[in-house]
């Protein structure tokens, strides 16, 4: 009988793991692996994000409340940029289907030089190649394509060359959730000249974050077959594991519940885990429309908030 092929282990999420260990809460051990510069690690981790965001349900529920804040709000929101020319800048760009509504916006009114940062190559190409279809001036490909946000700065000096002086910056599809929210906006603000723009779409606390979020992930199975990426490259299979969801501290938390004693060996390390331990894997934070403005405006000169009609989702315009 042939021998079951073993797990594949990556060594960055197994150093995560080593590097933060685990805290107790109660008799549960907790192992905190929230990093969102760990979800798209390898193609098949972006596609199935891509694919997550494709569901029915996901288009039902949620996918409307930013493109329709977007496709409201679009006009008067361009109206604001005074720059003829224009370097957009899509922060977290995905496969770039949110910043074509700009482009194609944009086209007849500005000269439009595109630039996808992300921190998954496979989403940065997806982005370059939809993007290339429309009649964007220029797309920009350089060394900074591929990159987390602290290297905001560097980017955005570097694309104002030319006529192209001025940068507007997308955060769109809940992505500063998913991060601390001082420290994103600190460095998109660093990046940023007295006149650059900003555009955040995020959720926000409607106080019914718990039942409607949650109950969309636990039904979704797109959401799991997403994140169970994170635990399977840990060495653990899925029969081990059994995603859990919460509302604590202001943030959703994404977690597997370990369901047997399993001891993982790599690179002479070992990690001895318990039934029942829990891996946290994902977090998005979620704060009242008072307070996200209250940070909002820490940080800029003018901002301008347009929500959802369920008071779930806002579109942020933010200028320096």
Known sequence: MAESKKPEINDLIFKELIKRGYALDGNT????????KLWYLKPDQAQAYLDLLDTEDYNKNFGPKEKTLIKTHIDEILEKIEAEHINLIDLGCGDG???????????????????????????VNKALKNIRKTDVEEVVKFQWNISDFENIENVSNLLRFGDFKKNFFLLLGNTLSNFEINELLYEVRSGMKGGDYLLIGNGIDNNNVEKDVIEFCKKNKKNNEFLIKIPLQLGLTRDELKLGSRFKNSRIEFYYTILKDKTITFQNKEVNFQKNDQIIVATSYYYTKNDFMSFLKLYFNEVSLNVSDDKSYCLAFCKK
Not at 29 to 36: F, G, L, P, T, V
């Open 97 to 123: 289907r949110k910043a074509i509504i700009f482009v194609e916006k944009l086209k007849n009114k500005k000269k439009v030089r595109y630039c996808p940062i992300d921190i998954s190559d496979y989403m």
């Open 29 to 36: 051990r907790i192992w905190n692996i929230a990093d969102s």
